[in-house]
C-alpha cells in the first residue's frame, strides 16, 4: 500500500513562519491532548484500589496497569510513522478520538476484565498524545526556538502530577456524583477535556499536505508487538509469577523472536520501516536514544518509589503525596525552562545532558542515606534535586534527536525516542520493584533484630494499656499477635505485664534471644505481605509499633536508590560522548517549503554522517515535488 510522504508548502521557507499568536493557539491545543495523557497516568493510579473493590477484582488490577501500558507503547512508534505518512493533524486528532472512546468505555466497565480491555482502548490514543505533540513542536519551531516552549508542556506535566491525585482521590471517595458512581468519573472527565481538545487542534493546527509515496511497515508493525507485547507482560507480572517460572520463560522467548524478525524487517524496509535503523548510523540520535532509555529507568523509577516512601515512611496519603511531588515538578520546571532559554540564545546544547544526568546522579546518592525518622524537608530536597536532573534531559534528548534526522522522520524520530524512553521507564518500574520488595523480607527481618528498633515495639506490643487501643488492632492482629501470644503463653503466671519493669526485663529476655539467633520472630515474614496488600495499619498505627517495618522499608528504598544510580551513572559516563551537532535555524515546514520551492532532493536521515541509500526524488516518478497551495494534513 501506497500513500503520500513528501510534504508541499506555499513557497520558500519564509512563507510557511508562524506568529507568537499561532505558535500558542497550536501549543494550547496540544497541550490539552498531552493534559490527557499525563492527568490520566496519575488520577486512574490514585483510585484503582476503589475501583477494584468496587468491581470485585482486587487480584486482577494488574491487568488494567498492564494493558494500558502495552498499549500505548506499541501505538507509539505506529502512529508516529502514520503522521509522516499521512500528515500530523489527522493522526493526533484520531489519537484523541480514540482515547475518548476508550475513556467512555471505561466509565461503563462492569469487570476488571472489561476494564482492561477499555484502558487498552486508550493506550492505543495515549500513545500518540505525547509524541505527536512533540512532532508537531518539531514541525513548526526550528529547534533553537523549540526549546522556549518547552516550559508550557512541562507546566502540563507539573500541573497533572499534582491535581491527577487530588482528583482522582476525590472521585474515589465520592459514592455518587450526578447518579454515577464517583470512580466512573476518573474515565468520564476525559470527555470535555478531550472535546476542548479536538476543537483547539482542528481549529488552528493546519500544516501543508504531504505528496509522494512510502510503503505502509505492517510486518514491522506486527513484530514490534510481538517483541514487546510478552516483554511488556512479563515486566508487569514477574515480579508474581516469578522471573524463572514457565511462562515467564515463554514470553522471554517470544519476545526474542519478535526482535529478531524486527530488526530483519526493519532492515529490509530501510527508509520506509516503522523505525528506520539508518537514523542509528547518526551518532548523536543513537546515543540520544540510549540516554533516553536511561533517562527513562531513573525517572520512571523515582517518580513510582519515591510517593511509595512518602505515603508508607512519612505516612502521607496519596493526595498528601501527590502535593509533596511538587518539589520533584519545581526542580524539574525551573531546570528546563532555564535550559531553553539558553538553548534558544545559544543555539548549544552538549553541556545539558552531561549536568542533568550529574545532578541525577548527585540526587540519586542524596537519596541513598534515607532513614525512617529523616524528616520529610529532607526527602523533598532529594526530589528536587531528581528534577533538577531530569528537566535538563527529557526535552534536550528529543531535541537532539529531531535536529539530526531529515524532516521527513519528523515523526518517526520522535516517536522513537518517546518509544525508548518508555521501554526504560518500564524496565525501570520492574527491575526497581523487583529489587524493592525482594529486599523487603530481608529488612524487615533485620529490623526486628535490632535491638534499638525492636525493644520499643515489643515493649508496646506486650502492653495492654497499649495494644489494647483502636488503633493498634490492624497491626497487632496483622503482625504482632504472632509474635506476642507465644511469648505471653510461655510466661509464668505471676508475671504482670501491666507493669513496666516486669515488662522489660520480658523485652529484655525476648530481644536477647532474637539477635542471638535463638528465635527470628515472624515479624519480617508478616510484615512482606502486609506490605503487598493493606498497609493501613502503618498510617494508624503508634510510632514503636510501626517503627520496624518503617525501617525496614526504608532501607529498602536505599537499595533501590543505589540500582538506579548505578543506571544513571552509566548514563552520566554516556552523556560525554554525545556529539553536539550545530541547531538548525529553520522548522521543518520551513526546510521542506524551500526544498520545494528549489526543486532539490531528499537528504537521507541523520545527515551528513550517515552512510545513506542514495538521494531520492520527492516524487517516485522523479518529478520534482511541485509548488502546492497549504492544505490541512
Not at 11 to 37: C, E, K, N, P, W
Not at 269 to 289: C, D, E, H, W, Y
Not at 543 to 553: C, E, H, I, R, T
Request: positive net charge.
Amino acid at each position: 500500500m501506497t500513500t503520500t510522504n513528501a510534504p508541499s508548502a506555499s513557497g520558500t521557507g519564509a512563507g510557511v513562519v508562524m506568529t507568537h499568536r499561532q505558535i500558542l493557539f497550536i501549543i494550547f491545543g496540544l497541550m490539552s491532548g498531552m493534559f490527557l495523557a499525563s492527568l490520566d497516568q496519575t488520577i486512574v493510579g490514585t483510585a484503582i484500589r476503589t475501583i477494584s473493590d468496587d468491581l470485585h477484582g482486587l487480584s486482577e488490577q494488574a491487568w488494567v496497569t498492564t494493558a494500558y501500558l502495552i498499549t500505548s507503547t506499541i501505538s507509539t512508534p505506529i502512529l508516529g510513522k502514520l503522521s509522516d505518512i499521512y500528515g500530523r493533524r489527522p493522526i493526533f486528532l484520531t489519537a484523541i478520538g480514540i482515547f475518548l472512546v476508550g475513556s467512555l468505555l471505561a466509565g461503563t466497565a462492569w469487570s476488571m476484565y472489561s476494564l482492561a480491555v477499555f484502558r487498552a482502548v486508550q493506550g492505543i490514543g495515549a500513545g500518540g498524545l505525547m509524541s505527536l505533540a512533540l512532532t508537531v513542536m518539531g514541525d513548526i519551531l526550528a529547534p533553537r526556538e523549540r526549546a522556549k516552549y518547552q516550559g508550557y508542556f512541562l507546566a502540563v506535566f507539573g500541573t497533572s502530577s499534582v491535581i491527577g491525585p487530588l482528583v482522582g482521590g476525590l472521585f474515589a471517595g465520592t459514592p455518587e456524583i450526578l447518579g454515577i458512581a464517583g470512580w466512573r468519573w476518573v474515565f468520564l472527565i476525559n470527555l470535555p477535556i478531550g472535546v476542548f481538545s479536538l476543537f483547539m487542534v482542528s481549529r488552528f493546527l493546519h500544516l501543508p499536505k504531504r505528496h509522494g509515496s512510502a510503503v505502509i511497515d505492517w510486518f514491522g508493525a506486527v513484530f514490534v508487538i510481538l517483541a514487546l507485547v510478552p516483554g511488556l507482560v512479563v515486566a508487569e507480572q514477574g515480579r508474581t509469577w516469578g522471573w524463572t517460572s514457565w511462562g515467564a520463560w515463554l514470553c522471554y522467548g517470544l519476545a526474542a523472536i519478535g526482535v529478531v524478525a524486527f530488526i530483519i524487517t526493519e532492515r529490509r524496509m530501510k527508509s520506509n520501516a516503522l523505525i528506520p535503523l539508518m537514523l542509528f548510523k547518526n551518532r548523536t540520535f543513537a546515543v540520544a536514544t540510549i540516554l533516553g532509555v536511561l533517562v527513562g529507568f531513573g525517572m520512571f523509577g523515582a517518580l513510582l518509589t519515591v510517593p511509595l516512601y512518602l505515603q508508607l515512611v512519612q505516612g502521607l496519603n496519596p493526595t498528601q503525596s501527590g502535593f509533596a511531588m511538587i518539589a520533584m515538578v519545581a526542580g524539574l520546571m525551573i531546570s528546563s525552562i532555564m535550559a531553553g532559554q539558553l538553548i534558544s540564545r545559544t543555539g548549544k546544547y552538549k553541556v545539558f545532558p552531561i549536568t542533568g544526568t550529574g545532578i541525577l546522579l548527585l540526587a540519586f546518592f542524596y537519596m541513598t542515606f534515607v532513614t525512617a525518622d529523616r524528616p520529610l524537608w529532607w526527602a523533598l530536597i532529594g526530589m528536587f534535586g531528581i528534577g533538577l536532573g531530569l528537566g535538563q534531559l527529557m526535552q534536550t534528548l528529543t531535541i537532539a534527536s529531531q535536529n539530526t534526522v531529515d524532516t521527513r522522520f519528523m515523526g518517526v524520530a520522535t516517536s522513537a525516542s518517546t518509544f525508548f524512553r518508555q521501554i526504560g521507564g518500564t524496565v525501570g518500574t520492574a527491575v526497581l520493584l523487583s529489587v524493592l520488595f525482594t529486599r523487603i523480607p530481608d529488612t524487615i527481618a533485620g529490623a526486628f533484630k535490632n535491638p534499638d528498633v525492636v525493644k520499643p515495639a515489643l515493649d508496646s506490643a506486650l502492653n495492654p494499656a497499649v495494644s489494647s487501643l483502636s488503633i493498634n488492632h490492624g497491626i497487632m492482629t496483622q503482625i504482632y499477635d504472632a509474635i506476642v501470644k507465644p511469648i505471653i503463653a510461655a510466661l509464668p503466671p505471676q508475671v504482670n505485664l501491666a507493669n513496666a519493669a516486669q515488662r522489660h526485663q520480658v523485652v529484655d529476655q525476648v530481644v536477647a534471644r532474637i539477635t542471638a539467633g535463638g528465635t527470628s520472630g515472624s515479624g519480617g515474614g508478616s510484615a512482606t505481605g502486609a506490605l503487598n496488600g493493606d498497609t493501613s495499619f502503618l498510617t494508624t498505627a503508634t510510632d514503636a509499633l510501626k517503627q520496624p517495618f518503617l525501617v525496614g522499608f526504608s532501607e529498602a528504598m536505599v537499595t533501590v536508590f543505589w540500582v538506579g544510580l548505578v543506571v544513571v551513572a552509566v548514563a552520566f559516563v554516556l552523556s560525554w560522548f554525545l556529539k553536539a551537532q550545530p541547531l538548525r535555524n529553520k522548522s521543518a515546514l520551513q526546510e521542506a517549503a524551500d526544498r520545494a520551492h528549489e526543486g532539490g532532493a531528499m537528504v537521507a536521515p541523520g545527515g551528513p554522517e550517515d552512510e545513506a541509500e542514495p538521494e531520492r526524488e520527492a516524487e517516485p516518478t522523479g518529478a520534482r515535488a511541485r509548488i502546492a497551495e497549504p492544505g490541512t494534513a
